[in-house]
């Protein structure tokens, strides 16, 4: 069982950065893919980014690719999401996932194991 804790999340201008921190529970935090989903209001759940479980393979949706950077520390069982040159449709509930498996091909070929509560990211036009 991994347990996931989303930080960071808050109310920035368009054009301003937040870093979204994703702390995980468990000892085998390296064996998961892990990654960033948003939800916007009346929209869908979407993909944002994965990092495979050694943190060497990133894959990122194209509407956040070059903005956007995924990263994570083993050591402290944490995944982060630097968000650069925000704008007002990256306002979302933004949710950490871990993925059964090491690889970000395993992570976008079925959905998640284990996902975190949310943290809500508002960007102010």
């Known amino acids: 069982q991994v347990q996931l804790v989303e930080s960071g999340g808050g109310l920035v201008q368009a054009g301003g950065s937040l870093r979204l921190s994703c702390a995980a529970s468990?000892?085998?935090?390296?064996?998961?893919?892990m990654g960033w989903f948003r939800q916007a209001p009346g929209k869908e759940r979407e993909f944002v980014s994965t990092i495979s479980g050694s943190g060497s393979t990133t894959y990122y949706s194209d509407s956040v690719k070059g903005r956007f950077t995924i990263s994570r520390d083993n050591a402290k069982n944490t995944v982060y999401l630097q968000m650069n040159s925000l704008k007002p449709e990256d306002t979302a509930v933004y949710y950490c996932?871990?993925?059964?498996?090491?690889?970000?091909?395993?992570?976008?070929?079925?959905?998640?194991?284990?996902w975190g509560q949310g943290t809500q990211v508002t960007v102010s036009s």
């Open positions: 996932a871990a993925g059964g498996t090491t690889s970000t091909t395993g992570f976008l070929r079925r959905p998640p194991d284990y």
């Open positions: 468990g000892r085998t935090f390296s064996s998961y893919a």
